[in-house]
């Protein structure tokens, strides 16, 4: 089943013409198609970055829809464009440079083709922006019926970025620092499950962050602890977050992404 | 009569993947709706600017747009999700943290509901985004004839907060700075009314911001002084603005929203 | 032939509610409208960069399309609004500033009206917001049939505004900074022709851009040189552009828009 929505997400910012470019390419195809942004501001070059909020996105998406994903410091040279399909029913267009990698930890893969129809691309390809000669049209003729298989060769693997994971002995919980929100709050690549085998909603945790060390409470939401105070809960994408509450814990710590956090209890 | 557009306010920020999961959530449940943004850069947490925003650009919309507002930083705890139906026939969701003031003021409120109904919402509620796991579904139902009522129970008042009003005197007319736009014009609490009773377009005044004084004409607009004059006008939501032609004002006096002004003859 | 497709473009900034006062008014009118954001960045007044960033966007757009430019510092003077066709099918509504320049250079005028029909606008016109009062209404009411001749009288010409031009002689080609996009890349008014004539893909060559001097390759794309170096290579616009594969070049060299180059063999 496809739908006739496609989602964006690219480092390509809001203030060039990119986007724009893009979207009529989409629309010159099919003036129905529902274009949907994610985001366009994933840090310049940022794979892992887009990886994860593609990711923690594209769940709340209806089955069929088609993702595209321009975070491309490769565009132009060897590197594949792929259509990636999911267990769950969603397709991805984006180059072949681990930027699928975590859907297609937490979907599943179901089929993976190399782009190379040429009748499904523009007449004129630029060799730095596939994204709108490339990726966006053939998203628009997946909207149009056209079958996944007929946009290339099927391929047996994608490229795959490392992923840090958190680790769990008796006393301290381990993990990394994923990504700082609009907010200042630190999103963590420990999950549900593995946070709620170390600690309990409720209890009093210690963090350290690089060299910092924070106490915080394990909380349900910021109202749970008192302006000012710091907390971790279980975020909205499903992995542990730290906040400070009406405050801005990643510019308070500096915080680079990537950093390693250890809880202690 | 209900519309099938959605429209946003929020302060999640355009870099994260918080809107897009609206989105997707929103299209999941009926794929027609027309989503439309205002704006996702509302200072994080001013639930003022937001509900002034709000009231700004809500008028535009055509009857039966359903409004979802999202400056929650009381998100998950006992705050209530509330709809609210406005006398010119317009929706508003959101929490019940007084975002809905100005526009309560400004159309009036017809029907005011808490949003209760479970089976209206996404089956896992994170308590930290409400806006996507109970905004969202909500309005996506609605744009598929739910009806307003059953969303939960009719509640009678809603949460408010204290907007400043200006003050009219023979020889002075005060007022607030609500915000300063891109542009850096300062839009103010006095409406049209309380302005053209004081002055008449084309009078020279005097103002006083804080601790700065200024010469400036009441003008049309800005072409009405030349390049570096300063004027006020009223401005494109119906209150008086002050403005440095093809200068930033806001910059200049390092305006504070909230800043006191007084205008003298 | 025209589309339901209308496309935005302006200086208005994405923090306060303009834009969406924009489509409100246009979905208020035809509810069935496709509105898409070209950027909403453009720096301020800056109608160069607008036009710059219109014509860069528009042709990918389908015949058809409406587009709303909306970079106006002489809003609500006499400066008029306008209609411009172009031989290649598409709609722009805009103040008569030159922002059009571009458009009309590579597409051609078809026909231009200026627009003054009233009972195509709000009922209420802000002079200082042409772009919600006037424009989008009048680009809502083309989408629903309303045909270009009625919004006003056809007039002949348009303002255009200076756009340098590069030259050609034996040893040299020289440009100017046209653009510095979202990652730092130069973009030039060397278009392809001209710098085809000059060099060949591949060739060493040396920039004088102000008082700094680079080496730099003829490249394909950023891949074709490796992480530091210099390239230029034909854009996706279809003029020179110059980069640091993986660098920020207009942070590094301070670039101001309208710089002069100079490319030496």
Same sequence: chains 1, 2, 3.
Avoid: W
């Amino acid at each position: 089943m496809r739908s006739s929505v496609i989602a964006l997400i690219s480092d390509l910012g809001a203030k060039d013409y990119f986007v724009g470019a893009m979207k009529g390419t989409i629309l010159s195809i099919n003036s129905n198609a529902k274009i949907v942004d994610i985001t366009h501001e994933v840090a310049r070059h940022d794979v892992r970055a887009a990886a994860l909020a593609l990711a923690s996105a594209a769940n709340a998406f209806p089955e069929g829809t088609i993702f595209i994903a321009v975070v491309d410091p490769g565009v132009g040279t060897k590197r594949r464009c792929i259509l990636l399909q999911t267990k769950n029913g969603l397709f991805f267009i984006g180059p072949d440079n681990g930027i699928f990698t975590l859907v297609a930890e937490r979907f599943g893969i179901a089929k993976i083709y190399e782009i190379t129809n040429k009748t499904l691309m523009s007449p004129k390809i630029s060799p730095t922006f596939h994204g709108r000669d490339i990726m966006a049209p053939v998203a628009a003729h997946l909207t149009l019926g056209v079958e996944p298989a007929e946009v290339g060769p099927e391929i047996k693997t994608i490229q795959l970025i490392e992923i840090p994971h958190p680790e769990l002995t008796q006393s301290e919980l381990s993990g990394h620092i994923l990504n700082a929100d609009n907010f200042g709050n630190l999103v963590t690549d420990i999950d549900t499950t593995a946070a709620l085998r170390f600690a309990k909603v409720g209890e009093n945790l210690r963090v350290k962050i690089e060299d910092k060390v924070l106490e915080v409470k394990f909380a349900r939401t910021f109202g749970d602890v008192t302006a000012g105070e710091c907390l971790c809960f279980i975020g909205s994408s499903g992995t542990l977050e730290f906040a400070r509450n009406m405050g801005n814990l990643a510019e308070e710590l500096k915080i680079k992404i990537g950093d390693k956090l250890i809880i202690q209890r």
